[in-house]
């Protein structure tokens, strides 16, 4: 089976979620899923449960500002932290024991310079063929986009932030 790659982006909620959900039906069908997350410092629900389940889970360490919030030394670090994050889940792709990987965020870290496109593109480009990939978050470069199998885009027409109700655990995170 040729392992295809998927895109979920857009400014709606969901994409991780998503993510989740397709990790929860390979695990459920005895595949092995890699779950890594880019951007998020906090813990959000989806992690322990596929923990549990048998994914390996690997994120990138991040601090509580957003990446607009951080000094350029600050960003520095975190960008630093996320190569390095990418590159141990790149040794664990090649490894050629997982049937999907997702990088959740991966769009973003690319889109706010914390991860270098090319070096997104080139695991795309070297991962193995059987290996299925999902990668959330905003706004696509076209390289990306052009080396997407799937393409779903989440868009936002309405939103509890909208009437100031906060993020909620177990839903938004």
């Not at 005895?30 to 998020?40: A, C, H, P, S």
């Not at 990446?67 to 190569?83: D, G, N, V, Y």
């Amino acid at each position: 089976m040729a392992g295809l790659i998927h895109l979920y982006v857009g400014d709606g909620k969901g994409k991780t979620t998503a993510a989740a959900g397709l990790a929860l039906r390979a695990l459920g069908c005895g595949r092995k899923v890699l779950f890594g997350q880019f951007l998020k410092g906090r813990p959000t629900g989806e992690i322990a449960p596929l923990a549990r389940q048998g994914a390996k889970v690997m994120r990138a360490k991040v601090g509580e500002k957003f990446i607009f919030q951080m000094s350029p030394e600050e960003k520095e670090e975190t960008a630093r932290l996320h190569i390095q994050a990418l590159e141990e889940m790149e040794r664990e792709i090649r490894t050629g024991q997982y049937d999907l990987a997702i990088l959740d965020e991966a769009v973003d870290a690319v889109n706010t310079g914390i991860i270098p496109l090319e070096k997104l593109t080139a695991l795309l480009d070297s991962k193995p063929a059987e290996l299925e990939v999902v990668l959330t978050g905003r706004n696509p470069p076209p390289e990306i986009v052009e080396r997407s199998d799937y393409y779903t885009e989440f868009v936002c027409r309405k939103h509890p932030y909208q009437k100031g109700i906060p993020a909620r655990e177990g839903i938004e995170y």
